[in-house]
């Protein structure tokens, strides 16, 4: 079965099985607060959402009148997020490939990833965070909600915990690892116990 085929029929049940405060989803929903509040606090706001899944959190800031443009590689996802944003842009792409031709040249307030950045492998986390620097507009920020921990050990120690749960081809973030890495962006980090977190880019120049 391949990864598209996984997320396809993990379409119906995905709401659902995010909101158990077990690991990986522990924080989940404090992470998807956390990353609402930032935005819904700027008005019509245009908004790309990167692994926009079912778009349980996009449609916040759809409701709320932002522009929402979406991209997931799972058509099942989207054909949920579609039912609640009829209006919405959502595109089907794998962008932690490639980003599609239709966002070409464009320019967004806010770039979102929620539960999507662990997909991107650790040595090209940095160079892809910094493509996503030229899809932002002045005073643009990426907000990135995700699995985080803030070292190597830490990260072996959840994954000790939690053996039978833990992916190996799952990349989460380690703060002490990509921070460094960080040099282009004015960065905050929020940490929401157990093991995630929000991180807040804004290019610096």
């Known amino acids: 079965m391949t990864e598209v085929s996984i997320f396809n029929d993990w379409a119906e049940?995905?709401?659902?099985?995010?909101?158990?405060?077990?690991?990986?989803?522990?924080?989940?929903?404090q992470v998807l607060d956390t990353i609402a509040g930032k935005i819904l606090a700027r008005k019509g706001a245009s908004v790309l959402d990167l692994g926009i899944g079912t778009g349980q959190l996009a449609r916040r800031f759809y409701e709320a009148g932002h522009l929402v443009t979406g991209i997931d590689f799972s058509e099942g996802m989207l054909q949920i997020a579609r039912q609640c944003m009829p209006?919405?842009?959502?595109i089907t792409a794998d962008f932690a490939s490639e980003?599609?031709?239709e966002i070409e040249g464009r320019r967004f307030d806010f770039i979102v990833m929620t539960y999507a950045f662990h997909h991107i492998p650790y040595q090209r986390q940095?160079?892809?965070?910094?493509?996503?620097?030229?899809y932002l507009n002045a005073d643009g920020q990426v907000l990135i909600g995700d699995i985080l921990f803030p070292n190597q050990q830490a990260m072996q120690a959840c994954q000790a915990r939690y053996p039978d749960g833990w992916d190996d081809e799952e990349y989460y973030m380690i703060w002490e690892k990509l921070q460094p890495q960080l040099d282009g962006f004015q960065s905050e980090l929020i940490e929401i116990p157990p093991y995630a977190g929000v991180l807040g880019l804004k290019p610096a120049f």
């Open 126 to 134: 940095a160079n892809f965070l910094s493509k996503l620097a030229g």
């Open 87 to 90: 209006l919405a842009e959502l």
């Open 13 to 29: 049940n995905y709401n659902h099985d995010v909101s158990d405060e077990e690991f990986p989803f522990a924080g989940y929903n």
């Open 99 to 101: 980003m599609p031709k």
